[in-house]
Each structure stands twice: as structure tokens, then as C-alpha cells.
């Protein structure tokens, strides 16, 4: 049985039960439950889609579901990246990371890895 942290996101389409693996992403991790737990990611909504088909410029294709998007005066300072070669932690469906523009710039937004 893992000893990891366990949250669960609510919504109108069903409940995601979501692992958090704070031994391997300690800063990804803490950034994500502050935000859930000073329940600021309630009342937020999936805000984006990301598919094959509407990135046709991206060198790198991603497909992804994007939420947890705070109020700019809620949000809480940019954290700095854990690079996945660092963590271990693979972007494969179902895994939840954190989004952002640049290195050191993730916030609340987060987004689940999919195959869309």
C-alpha cells in the first residue's frame, strides 16, 4: 500500500482520486496541496483541451486536460521546475502535473496527461 498522499477532485462528471508523490516532486507536490488545501481550486473548471489536432505548430506534441486556474490575486508565487529526468515521474496518461509557460513559472494551473 503506497503511503502517498491521496486527494480527491470533484466534479459535475465524476469524482478523480489523484496520488501525489511528494518524495519524488517535494516542491510540485507541497505547491499543488497548499492550493487544495486552502481550497482554492474550488469552484475552478477544466479550461483547456489540448489534442493532435489543434497544436499543428508545436514542435513537441502534448495531448492534455488543463484546470485549476486561480484568480491572479489568489495565486500564490511561480515554483521551480523539477525537471521529470530528475523526479523519475514519466508525462503518461493519467499522471497530473503542474502547467506553465517557462522553467520556474508553474502556479495553480495543473493538467492530467491523456490520449484524447
Request: net charge neutral; hydrophobic share 35%; with cysteine.
Amino acid at each position: 500500500m503506497s503511503s502517498n498522499p491521496v486527494v480527491l477532485i470533484e466534479t459535475t462528471m465524476g469524482n478523480i482520486k489523484v496520488e501525489i508523490y511528494e518524495k519524488k516532486a517535494p516542491i510540485t507536490s507541497a505547491n499543488f496541496l497548499r492550493y487544495m488545501d486552502d481550497g482554492l481550486y474550488d469552484g475552478t473548471s477544466f479550461f483547456r483541451t489540448v489534442t493532435m489536432d489543434n497544436q499543428p505548430n508545436n514542435d513537441v506534441k502534448i495531448e492534455v486536460i488543463q484546470g485549476g486556474q486561480v484568480s491572479k490575486e489568489k495565486e500564490y508565487a511561480p515554483i521551480k521546475l523539477e525537471r521529470t529526468t530528475l523526479t523519475g515521474l514519466k508525462h503518461i496518461d493519467g499522471v497530473i502535473s503542474m502547467g506553465r509557460f517557462m522553467p520556474d513559472s508553474a502556479k495553480s494551473s495543473f493538467f492530467f496527461c491523456a490520449r484524447l
